[in-house]
Nanobody
Framework: QVQLVESGGGLVQAGGSLRLSCAAS????????MAWYRQPPGKQRELVAR???????TYTDSVKGRFTISRDNAKNTVYLQMNSLKPEDTDVYYC???????????????WGQGTQVTVSS
């Protein structure tokens, strides 16, 4: 079992910055991919950024050049630096992680509880 604890959400004016953090803890062999998703009201959860265990990154087009995902493997923590925030970035942001567990190193997916990001115009 893995617990993901997020922090760093809040209220910011358009053009401002926020940094989200998500720390994984529990019983696992290693953390593989980590990612951030967001879920607009009434819509499906969508990928914002993803980072592999080796550091390869993927971003959704709307955040390219503004958001940066990074991770600290020693701390099992993923970060999302969000700059030049826009009102349309307002959402609940969810941390996602894949953990290798057990003797067979099976992969299991976990979600954080979500953190609210609100960008005022």
């Amino acid at each position: 079992q893995v617990q993901l604890v997020e922090s760093g959400g809040g209220l910011v004016q358009a053009g401002g910055s926020l940094r989200l953090s998500c720390a994984a803890s529990g019983s696992f062999f290693s953390i593989a991919a980590m990612a951030w998703y967001r879920q607009p009201p009434g819509k499906q959860r969508e990928l914002v950024a993803r980072i592999s265990s080796g550091g390869s990154v993927t971003y959704t087009d709307s955040v390219k050049g503004r958001f940066t995902i990074s991770r600290d493997n020693a701390k099992n923590t993923v970060y999302l630096q969000m700059n030049s925030l826009k009102p349309e970035d307002t959402d609940v942001y969810y941390c996602y992680a894949e953990a290798q567990e057990g003797a067979q190193r099976n992969l299991f997916a976990y979600w954080g509880q979500g953190t609210q990001v609100t960008v005022s115009s």
